[in-house]
């Protein structure tokens, strides 16, 4: 019984162990296999529809930028960045003109611009 703890805690050590690697440059070239549930079409990622598609690309595509930890992609400030060294926010919060809180009640302001 004690042995066969032995044996099993000996395993489970050297499974939870890293690999010493060689240091050097990463390999380039080859053939990458991946086996999937169902044809992923397309891998261009704008063209994406499944979710196998999804899985694979994440793999092989690295992001301009990442949604940060908060998780909030309206959050640009809290992206992180991938191969991006930055960007310009895409919408900058202006503050309400002065007359706001005079049309916050009208309805229908849209049939009011003028053109």
């Known amino acids: 019984m004690r042995g066969t703890i032995a044996i099993a805690l000996g395993l489970l050590v050297a499974g939870c162990t890293e690999n010493a690697r060689e240091k050097g440059p990463p390999a380039t070239g080859g053939t990458l296999v ?7 079409g397309t891998l261009f990622p704008p063209y994406i529809l499944t ?16 949604v940060g930890t908060n998780f909030d ?11 991006a060294k930055g960007w310009k926010p895409l919408v900058e919060r202006k503050p309400a003109p002065p007359d706001a809180d005079d049309w916050k009640d009208v309805k229908d302001k849209k049939g009011l611009i003028e053109r």
């Open 34 to 40: 991946v086996a999937t549930t169902q044809d992923p």
């Open 73 to 83: 992609a309206r959050d640009e400030k809290s992206y992180r960045a991938e191969l």
């Open 51 to 66: 979710l196998s598609a999804k899985q694979i690309t994440e793999q092989l595509y690295d992001y301009l930028a990442d």
